[in-house]
């Protein structure tokens, strides 16, 4: 079955605590992206990769890191949480421009 | 910039009820439209797409045309059901912006159908 899958589901933190949410994907897509997704503000685009060791912001980077070392994983990196990180986080996948983009079942953020 | 905006929720309608959501669009270059749905505690699916000017998107009774002259991908559905109620996603994405495909999204709209 094809599918995007991200871990954990949920987590509460603490400010300061490093954490990595992971994406992985069965499709063999080239493109990856994470999503944030905030009451009142939809959907904003966090980092994107076009392929293997390419990566870029998207629209809300600040805070965020990304790696892209194999081509099903695209994990998120959060050095050094703080609360306006707190969020319902989506990673998606697409095949070509144009498609549509397969997400996961998010990750619910809380850091207090 | 590329921009949608979608009709602001909630939207409370009873079931059998027609359902309509609008959608309309800024973008660059020729955009790809899509609705997108989200069912409470799980992830965006796609719902139809429209790929180019007057082509229709359907899928599960929804349906929504591309209008390039209106810049509007609007969502009906003539009878909605109690399993409908969701969150529902207008979204483009452009041929330009170099090798980005990133989804531009409306801020959702919250339908809620009662028996």
């Known amino acids: 079955e094809a599918q995007v899958t991200q871990n954990p589901r949920y987590l509460i933190t603490v400010t300061g605590k490093k954490l990595t949410v992971t994406c992985s994907q069965n499709m063999n897509h080239e493109y990856m992206s994470w999503y944030r997704q905030d009451p009142g503000l939809g959907l904003r685009q966090i980092y994107y990769?076009?392929?293997?060791?390419?990566?870029d912001k998207g629209d809300v980077p600040e805070g965020y890191k990304v790696s892209r070392k194999e081509k099903r994983n695209f994990p998120l990196i959060l050095e050094s949480p703080s609360p306006n990180q707190t969020s319902l986080y989506f990673c998606?996948?697409?095949?070509?421009?144009?498609?549509?983009?397969?997400f996961g079942d998010g990750t619910r953020l809380s850091i207090l | 910039g590329n921009s949608v905006t979608q009709m602001e929720g909630p939207v409370t309608l009873s079931e059998e009820a027609f359902l309509t959501i609008n959608c309309t669009y800024t973008?660059?270059?020729?955009?790809?439209l899509f609705w997108y749905v989200q069912y409470p505690g799980e992830g965006l699916q796609l719902l139809l797409k429209a790929t180019k000017a007057d082509d229709k998107g359907s899928n599960k009774g929804f349906e929504a045309t591309y209008r390039k002259e209106t810049t509007s991908f609007h969502l009906e559905k003539g009878s909605v059901q109690v399993s409908d109620s969701a969150v529902y996603f207008c979204a483009l994405s452009t041929n330009s912006g170099g090798s980005n495909y990133k989804l531009t999204f409306g801020k959702g709209t919250l339908l809620t159908v009662n028996p």
């Open positions: 973008a660059t270059g020729y955009p790809s």
């Open positions: 990769s076009m392929n293997v060791e390419v990566t």
């Open positions: 998606a996948s697409s095949s070509s421009r144009g498609q549509p983009q397969h």
